[in-house]
């Protein structure tokens, strides 16, 4: 059969395949936590691994690495420069924990009443933890002078004692961690104000209703309405408040040169003996070493707690 010249056959055009839409939101979601997730592994999870890896090598950044197995580790045993920096780290989390913690609640139910100027209030004690670090110490560190501080000055005049028997502060090894430690309450009390603050709006109010009813006075309402209330909100400030202690350097380098002086053995914590056996002893496996064992205390400290939330919460 003869198919006329005038007949064209066109092919006909595909038909272009569509994304489900399944995988157009999941490209979507991809693309809005891909720059937090590269920014994750490129400054967080390399150096982690590399971290590791270096622990068990000998590396003074210029030389060839060489494996050395667990001697870094087992280095860390014998280290008294290393115990005594762990121990000023435990020292520094076990005050500054509860003490900040216990501040900042007592602050928040304070400036929840309603009282004058309780906005005025809430922005003068937040105002510490956003000011510059270094101006802050400098301003603390005046304060506190042995001889010519206005604390000192204010004790003289209040108990008569001299000023020479009164407590040197940041310059005496036996008031340095103490000195230290309240700073570090005085300067972060007001960020976890903020947090309990959100966390007491959340509070039900029918609760001290039905408390009022049955005769409660204002201590069994908080211990028995408000602190149940808040134990969400008080677990996660322990957690970060503990993380963060034990990472704890800006704040003895801006107070005490990071523990360059005489004051070493009681102002020097582990995360500036790291930085300072790596970068000043040029022994960064050692100091690799020390490192993964922080990160080893933080996390499993991390894990108990996590651990525990549902008791605690409970």
Known sequence: MMVPNSVVFEPKPRRKKRLSKNVRDAIVAYSFIAPNLIGFAVFTLVPLIF????SFLKWDGANPMEFVGLANFSRLLTDKTFHRALCN??????????????????????????????NLSRTISFFPYVASLVAVAA???????????????????????????????????????????LFSVWKNMGYYMVIYLAGLQGVNQEL????SLDGANSW????????????????????ILIINSFKVYDVFITMFAGGDNQLSDTTRV?????????????????????????????????????????????
């Not at 020292?91 to 009282?115: D, E, H, R, S, W």
């Not at 069994?220 to 957690?239: C, D, E, I, R, Y």
């Open 139 to 181: 301003v603390w560190n005046f304060l506190f002078s042995p001889t010519k501080g206005p604390i000192n000055l204010m004790l003289n005049a209040l108990t008569g004692i001299p000023i020479e028997e009164l407590p040197r502060w940041a310059a005496d090894k036996n008031w340095a961690m103490f000195t230290v430690i």
């Open 270 to 314: 582990l995360v500036y003996q790291i930085y300072n056996t790596a970068f000043r002893a040029l022994d960064f496996g050692y100091a690799s070493a020390m490192a993964m064992v922080l990160f080893l205390l933080v996390l499993g400290i991390t894990i108990i707690q996590f651990r525990s939330e549902k008791k605690f919460v409970a």
């Open 208 to 211: 001290y209703e039905a408390a």
């Open 220 to 239: 069994q309402k908080f211990w028995n309405v408000t602190l149940p209330q808040l134990a969400p909100t008080t677990f996660f400030v322990s957690m």
């Open 51 to 54: 971290a590791l890896v270096l």
């Open 89 to 118: 780290t435990i020292l520094y989390t076990a005050g500054v924990v509860p003490f900040t913690m216990v501040c900042a609640l007592g602050l928040a139910i304070m400036l929840n009443q309603k009282v004058l100027g309780r």
